[in-house]
């Protein structure tokens, strides 16, 4: 297991701030960094200490249309792995990247 500068409760406590964010009025949430794992979505949290787990699996890396207009961002779907952060359940939140080193924090959107 790594552990990445800073305790799990900044993390927990950033996902569930992070995790009252919905989409509002009529227009969509922003997508930039939505991540598919598992049949849920993520989106990044701001990087704080946290400690990797255990390699879950693999996760896609969405291609973003932030307009609805059908015009996507230029990003491509892409794969990357999904590893457990400790002491934070993966239906609230996950690290991915290519290594264990590189993993970043993000919490389901809901």
């Known amino acids: 297991m790594t552990t990445i500068r800073c305790g ?3 993390v927990t406590a950033a996902m569930l ?10 227009g969509e ?3 930039s960094g939505l991540v598919r794992y598992d049949g849920r979505g993520y ?13 879950l699996g693999t996760a ?15 990003s491509a779907e892409r794969r990357t792995n999904a590893y457990a952060i400790e ?6 939140g996950i690290a991915v ?5 590189d993993a970043a924090p993000l919490a389901v959107h809901r």
Do not use: I, Q
């Open 60 to 74: 896609r890396v969405e291609p973003c249309d932030d307009t609805g207009d059908g015009v996507y961002n230029g």
């Open 97 to 101: 990247g290519d290594s264990p080193g």
């Open 43 to 55: 989106l990044p949290v701001e990087k704080s200490v946290f400690t990797v787990g255990e390699r």
């Open 87 to 92: 002491g934070v359940d993966p239906t609230e």
């Open 29 to 31: 949430a922003s997508c």
């Open 17 to 26: 701030a992070l995790a009252g964010c919905t989409e509002s009025g009529g």
């Open 8 to 10: 799990a409760l900044l």
